[in-house]
């Protein structure tokens, strides 16, 4: 079955640490995005990469970081510098930059211990 | 800036009811998308809308789009409690590349029996 990957479901971070967060997808897509979703809101952008070795800070980047080394693979570290990290994370993928239908991923929950 | 608004945030209603859930965006878009999401869960999506007075329908839900308004509603009709879910809208910045999605906040609906 294609689609989009996220491990793990659940996350902790104790303070200073960094970790990542792996978005896997099988759809031979090009572009993918990592949205934060706080209690009670909408979705906001994070990164988002059109191309492999290619990626764009969205709205919220501060704090985090990411790469795109192969097509499949985007993964999302969560920095130390990152103060309020506890959020639901979503990473999503379309055939190409601008194309009308996201496919998400079932989401990480990340909280700080 | 992009900045898409939903109405309302929250909507409880009772089964057999009809309801129209109202989105809003401040800036040109040609296109609009609503994803559904259940609690704890990802994005499903419901609707692509690629031009302006684009209708469509799906079992109990119609969404259309007005882009001279820079308006789209989704309407439920006969609501069931199945349907009880956070529905976003969601717009692409009119950039060469659409590179970018931004999201609404989210309308929380409640069926009740």
């Known amino acids: 079955d294609g689609g989009i990957t996220q491990s793990p479901k659940y996350l902790f971070r104790k303070e200073g640490q960094n970790v990542t967060l792996s978005c896997e997808q099988n759809?031979?897509?090009?572009?993918m995005y990592w949205y934060r979703q706080d209690p009670g809101q909408g979705l906001r952008l994070i990164y988002y990469?059109?191309?492999?070795?290619?990626?764009q800070k969205g709205d919220i980047a501060e704090g985090y970081s990411v790469s795109r080394e192969k097509k499949e693979s985007f993964p999302l570290t969560v920095t130390s510098a990152q103060k309020n990290p506890t959020a639901f994370y979503l990473c999503?993928?379309?055939?190409?930059?601008?194309?009308?239908?996201?496919?998400f991923g079932s989401g990480t929950q990340l909280s700080v211990l | 800036e992009l900045k898409v608004e939903q109405n309302p945030l929250f909507l409880s209603m009772q089964e057999g009811k009809n309801y129209t859930i109202y989105c809003n965006y401040s800036?040109?878009?040609?296109?609009l998308y609503w994803y559904r999401q259940d609690p704890g869960k990802s994005l499903e999506s419901l609707f692509v809308?690629?031009?302006?007075?684009a209708v469509k329908q799906e079992g109990r839900l119609m969404a259309s789009l007005d882009t001279k308004a820079r308006l789209s509603t989704l309407h439920i009709t006969a609501a069931v409690h199945d349907l009880s879910a956070t529905y976003f809208c969601?717009?692409?910045?009119?950039?060469?590349?659409?590179?970018?999605?931004?999201f609404g906040p989210g309308t929380s609906l409640s069926v009740i029996p």
């Open positions: 999503a993928s379309s055939i190409s930059p601008g194309d009308e239908k996201l496919f």
């Open positions: 759809l031979n897509h090009d572009a």
């Open positions: 990469s059109q191309i492999v070795n290619d990626f």
């Open positions: 800036t040109t878009s040609d296109r």
């Open positions: 809308l690629l031009s302006n007075g």
């Open positions: 969601a717009v692409p910045l009119m950039k060469t590349s659409y590179d970018k999605v931004i």
